[in-house]
């Protein structure tokens, strides 16, 4: 079982840590542009930074949600490939939004793609699963088996 | 394993759907009310959108801990019930608040009741499996025995 | 499967009361000082109440996450204790936030200090996992038998 999540686990890890560097640059933000809790209102240079870690944590539950729905039901090589991918993505994002709105428009719109991909990803696997357990089918396995033949 | 998860998997990936709706229709409003990022303040018609969209994440992370907690402890097909109430009950919340401030209180209420039975009987289950585990009584079982009896 | 992670369930049921606490204390302070949704601005006093729910919801799915990571690759027990140190700060947390500015800090210090050991413990458990199985080395047992001999 540990084995099957492992690599998954480490991208939730890498995730984890990339939350406390966002919080982080809000903290050294709220410091530099002197605005003091529980104000969330300054120039928009802070603003910016607020708001771009307030919407990767906002996405956050969602990409462990369903790296980890990907990672049991269709594969835990791609999740976690698709996982390091998002994680990039939110990283450049928060970089582009302190700098300007608009540099964060790129990057939002990659890892949006990457989340959909794994979205579409673990309802394949999960409605595989139901396939396989409820009429004893097994449709991702036919269909790699006629992709072989 | 995958077969006592395969339903609230499939209620997981169903809430993230409905999670992406909501996070879609804030793009809109944003674009209908002219309200640009990172500003969060505008019309009252964009501000309910935008609300209605932050209040359903805040409680993404819960409803999907207690729905795995629930599925796993207790029963999965009373989870997964639940789970699709709790998100037929936000769809009409955003909708509801959508149109008027008063419109979200009916179906929040009646979201919030689900989430409760849920945290009920995710508790119930859980001690239930600490009784098994350090006492070795099955209470749960018991309790279905005296019903049948 | 299910003893392995029963006393982290009970600390994650836990952890959904008290965020449901949180949330309640939101509504009272919103009737208290009359802030009807969807504005979040008003007096400090229910600002301060406000931040106060809202940093620990964001939190949450980071706490449950990295509470599960530790718990099924360090240790349950350790998990379990971390996770009840980490709600114990995160009460103390809100109810000084409630107070003042000020009186978040120490209960944020020490809250956020049990996340970096909880963050610390699962990538040491992570790594560990991945040694035994890439590279076949069980370096927490190794380093565990070096301190029995």
Same mark, same amino acid.
């Given at each position: ?45 802070f ?6 870690q307030?919407n ?15 990672? #049991? ?7 976690? $490939?698709?996982? #390091? ?35 579409? $990803? ?7 699963s139901?396939?396989?357990?409820? #009429?004893?089918?097994?449709? #991702? ?9």
């Amino acid at each position: 079982m540990i084995d099957q999540v492992v690599n998954i686990a480490a991208v939730t890890v890498l995730g984890v840590l990339e939350q406390a560097y966002f919080s982080l640059q809000v903290i050294y933000a709220r410091r530099k542009y002197s605005v003091s809790p529980p104000s969330t209102s300054g120039p928009p240079e802070f603003e910016r930074v607020f708001r771009a870690q307030a919407n990767c944590s906002e996405y956050f539950p969602i990409f462990i949600t369903i790296l980890w729905v990907t990672g #049991l039901f269709f594969s835990q090589a791609i999740a976690s $490939l698709c996982g #390091l991918l998002y994680l990039y993505g939110r990283l450049m994002y928060f970089q582009g939004y302190s700098e300007s709105a608009h540099g964060r428009l790129a990057p939002l719109y990659f890892s949006a793609k990457v989340l959909w991909v794994m979205i579409g $990803l673990s309802a394949v696997g999960v409605l595989n699963s139901m396939c396989q357990l409820y #009429l004893g089918l097994d449709t #991702l396995q036919y269909l790699s088996g006629l992709l072989v033949d």
